[in-house]
């Protein structure tokens, strides 16, 4: 199953946390199920916080972010009547606010998981709620405004 | 002067964002002023978001939540009257949460400045304003809840 990400245009997919372009970045994939947009990954032991077992809370933000963006282009074409794979470029969005709350430290060297669901949809904005998960423990939840770029 | 990240414990600076022991990490260093807490940086052009020149929302929000996290530790020791340099170890705060306002896109390559004051102390709970600046326009906002660890 292709991620939302590789649905986005070429040009705009340079993005470190998520960009299929971006070498040196994560490439973060979430995939949309209709109800829910999901990511899986393993965070690497170099992006520890102040202590070596934990993610720094920089990284935990970095995937809301990008698994929000990508959630939220993925309900904007499903309440276009529009899939995915419908051939037409994805509508890209940017961050216009992100508030993440951190519940229990993100562990490293595990695969974890991102969850997005769709609060609302008001002309270009969208704004999808967020988890973050180590096995069934929620480590942080978010919040994320997303915003259509303009064409 | 010394950066307010250097005066943490051995054990909890391994942060990515700005923990000294960690080689790969930014290294981000934050200074004290006593009404604010001021950051220099520049942001490699890996980190860009889907278009190349700006910077992707993840680093943004990485360099607000350290810095919010360090200002927080040092208004936290003024208020009880010490300083940095007291010779006992600087309280270690970690992220309750943060919100980020991005009010337009982050340059990459050029330096950036990262602004912190205080907003509130209640117990071990400090509540501080963020401002991430190019030049004299704020390229975003951020409010952050820093809880100190418990010994």
Redesign the interface.
């Given at each position: 199953m292709k991620a939302i990400q590789d649905y986005?245009a070429p040009?705009?997919?340079?993005?470190?946390?998520c960009?299929n372009r971006?070498a040196?970045?994560y490439q973060l994939k979430s995939h949309f199920h209709g109800s829910h947009a999901e990511a899986r990954f393993t965070i690497d032991r170099?992006?520890?916080?102040?202590?070596?077992d934990y993610a720094?809370?920089?990284?935990v933000?970095?995937?809301l972010?990008?698994h929000g963006?990508a959630a939220a282009a993925a309900f904007f074409q499903q309440a276009q009547g529009k899939t995915l794979d419908s051939g037409e470029a994805v509508p890209?969005f940017?961050?216009?606010?992100?508030?993440?709350?951190?519940k229990r430290p993100t562990p490293l060297g595990v695969e974890i998981r991102l969850l997005g669901k769709l609060r609302s949809i008001e002309g270009r904005r969208v704004v999808v709620e967020l988890e973050l998960l180590a096995g069934e423990e929620v480590c942080a939840t978010g919040e994320l405004l997303a915003v259509q770029l303009k064409g």
């Open positions: 986005y040009e705009m997919s340079h993005c470190f946390g960009g971006n040196a970045g170099q992006y520890s916080g102040g202590f070596p720094y809370g920089g990284i933000a970095s995937l972010d990008c963006i890209r940017v961050t216009g606010s992100l508030k993440v709350d951190y």
